[in-house]
């Protein structure tokens, strides 16, 4: 889908790409439904599948739909670390692992740099020289912290010289305790198959070595905002699962996304859209000759041939990379101001040269993958540059955003509840010009609001 078609104000159709021979189609009905997924790969790395993108729920933003809470974006604390700058995809280890693997690193910098430099290995490490650094700082929750608390403490650790590969940004999450307690054979039943796949992916066999982890993007809590009904603000458009930013709020740590999608598919939208379409079954069928329709296939073809004919001297990759790192190191796990000002700024710069210098293999209305990939990163470069101005607007630490700014003397988050209890809802105003931002404040009738602890 490449553009949303709007007939009077209501959606009546999309836009899309024939995936397999490039021929731009024409799609009209009474009502949209969106379930196209995160916007994870904003940051190039992440552990969603290649071909997840955000380009479906931004074309709705362009076209009036509020995005919400786009800052908002779940660092998972079990993946296989980065090994080198030619990797186009993270593996997420299961978050199971953490219920019997023990996480640490060492105590001493001189053994850490040992290990960076491949001199050692973790089993080699006596026991009163680990450090098991999340059940140091949180004795109450131990390995099993929710995934930002887990994540920002591995961040820590890598950060002040502890980690423990050749990039110095992993940590040991170590089964030798579990084989101890329980025995090869129970931990095999248990985590078998994950232990296969991290030896294939690594070539270290976990019953022997401990494992090596670190944070990855997994998750967007934002999206397009949407009513109790999963309708947008644009009449018609609904969005589901993913996609929109409903349920899990700033929060995606303890409650199931693939649950969000099903459930909204399966168990809301069925029940809520009738109400709109009973109206406008009465309508006759959308027609896709409509002007609006005419309109939006141009725009859409303009801005493939733009692409096309830009041939610039950098891939669409190199593009998307560099957005990847812009993102990882200033929107990334930590985030403040001076950062976030400076992400924008380099965004925006990035953006001008991706329309200036990109180069798109291949031909227009074919397959070309190429061609796909660019759409989408030119709606990344845009995307990013939002959950920017959204994490630089939100001057607290709560869920998926962490402001160093806003932390205790200990490191932990410090939310404020007086300034910032609403969902940021931000409406697009045209190219070049500032987003507006809509507060829906958030008003806790049962639940009592309290500060996470994980201490005691
Ligand atoms: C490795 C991994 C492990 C996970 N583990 C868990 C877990 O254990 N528990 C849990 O609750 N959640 C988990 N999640 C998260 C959960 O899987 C996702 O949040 C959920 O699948 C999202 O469902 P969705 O239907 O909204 O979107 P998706 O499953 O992402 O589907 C989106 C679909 O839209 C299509 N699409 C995208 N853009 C367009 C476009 N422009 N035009 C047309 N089609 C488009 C895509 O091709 C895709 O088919 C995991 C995610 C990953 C990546």
Partial sequence: MLDLVLINGEAKGIIARNLTNGKIERFGAHAVVLASGG???TYFLSTNAMNSNGSAAWQCYKKGAFFANPCFAQIHPTCIPIHGDQQSKLTLMSESLRNDGRIWV???LEEAKKLQEGKIKGSQIPEEDRDYYLER???AFGNLVPRDVASRAAKERCDAGYGVNNTGKAVFLDFKDAIKRLGKEVVDARYGNLFDMYKEITDVDPHEEPMMIYPAIHYTMGGLWVDYNLMTTIPGLYAIGEANFSDHGGNRLGASALMQGLADGYFILPYTIGDYLASKFKEPKTDTNAPEFEAAEKAVQEKIDKLMSIKGKKTVDAFHKELGHIMWEYVGMARNKAGLEKAIELIQELKKNFWS????????GVFNQELEKALRVADFLEIGELMA????NRNESCGGHFREEMQTEEGETKRDDVNYMYVAAWEYKGADKQPELHKEPL????????TRNYKD
């Fill in 39 to 41: 916007y994870g790969n």
């Fill in 106 to 108: 060492p105590k001493k």
């Fill in 137 to 139: 700082r949180y004795p």
């Fill in 357 to 364: 210098n990109v180069y798109v293999a291949g031909e227009t």
């Fill in 389 to 392: 101005r959204d994490a630089l």
């Fill in 443 to 450: 008003k806790f009738e049962f639940a009592h609001v309290a």
